[in-house]
């Protein structure tokens, strides 16, 4: 049976989103960011040799479903997943609009602060985002603090430490301009037993430590680093990762005939909302 929609008897005036513009606004008001695409990963457990062993009951119900085996489980030593389940590909620098970023940290839940953050985010239409896509900010940063043990020579943080230009002014003229780069405010080491001396445990950069390239924290032993074993805090500028959690809108698509003789079927921008990657994704190691 075939429905035909009766239509209205007269149409009003039409007002459509001008793409275009938003196109111009993104260009000049964006904010740069790095955006991954996921995909699951094929690793697999097998359930000989690895998991159960020959004989077992289950391993019979597998082989029966003609599943060889198979479990379905990402393999935790997996060197492509980190026992994830799905890769990152793909990375690029695009333009977003980055509206409602939050950071709320929870008080002694890891050695220190948990921090809890929303992103909601913005992309043309080209850049059409998908659950469990990752979004690095480029460009911005956010306070972090964290409390770490010390592993080696290098030890990696949450986030990669951002190197961020203070307009300091000037000491004599406020009107001058005295920029200064800081990526560390502050790094304090414990003992091994967990004491720790206000003064004397303070570390200095250039002097204890050194920071990488990669956004890391190299230990200088001519200075006076934490014992390897040991905790340490550190406060620093983060470039935050976040992961695509929610898209509130799944098809934002609509007809435009404003100023043109046959409609014609537009993509609008992209609206998605992120978690800090922490919080819904294990890290690589």
Not at 221 to 250: K, L, N, W
Request: net charge negative; glycine share 8%; charged share 25%.
């Amino acid at each position: 049976m075939n429905i035909i929609s009766r239509q209205p008897k007269k149409f009003g005036t039409r007002a459509d989103f001008d793409t275009e513009q938003f196109r111009k606004e993104m260009y000049q008001h964006g904010l740069r960011v790095q955006w991954e695409q996921v995909v699951e990963c094929p690793c697999k457990r097998s359930a000989a040799g690895d998991l159960l062993v020959s004989g077992d009951g289950m391993l019979d119900i597998l082989e029966t479903a003609g599943e060889k085996g198979t479990t379905f489980e990402n393999r935790q030593e997996c060197p492509a997943c980190y026992g994830r389940g799905y890769l990152y590909h793909s990375p690029q620098d695009i333009l977003a609009i980055c509206t409602r970023v939050a950071s709320t940290p929870d008080a002694w839940k890891e050695w220190g602060e948990w921090a809890r953050g929303a992103l909601f985010l913005t992309t043309l239409p080209e850049h059409l985002v998908g659950y469990q896509d990752r979004i690095t900010l480029i460009d911005s940063v956010l306070v972090y603090r964290e409390t770490l043990r010390r592993t080696g020579a290098i030890d990696k943080l949450r986030y990669p430490i951002k190197t961020r230009t203070l307009d300091t002014g000037s000491a004599l003229d406020a009107t001058e301009s005295d920029p200064i780069s800081v990526g560390v405010l502050y790094v304090i080491k414990a003992d091994e037993d967990g004491g720790v001396d206000p003064v004397t445990d303070v570390l200095t950069q250039d002097v204890d430590y050194s920071l990488t390239e990669a956004g890391t924290v190299e230990w200088l032993e001519d200075g006076s680093p934490p014992d390897v074993g040991a905790y340490f805090s550190i406060t620093y500028y983060a470039a935050p990762r976040f992961v695509v959690v929610d898209i509130p809108h799944a098809f934002r698509d609509t007809w435009i005939g404003t100023k043109t003789d046959q409609p014609y079927f537009a993509p609008l921008p992209v609206n998605a909302m992120c978690r800090l990657e922490h919080l819904v994704s294990r890290e690589e190691d």
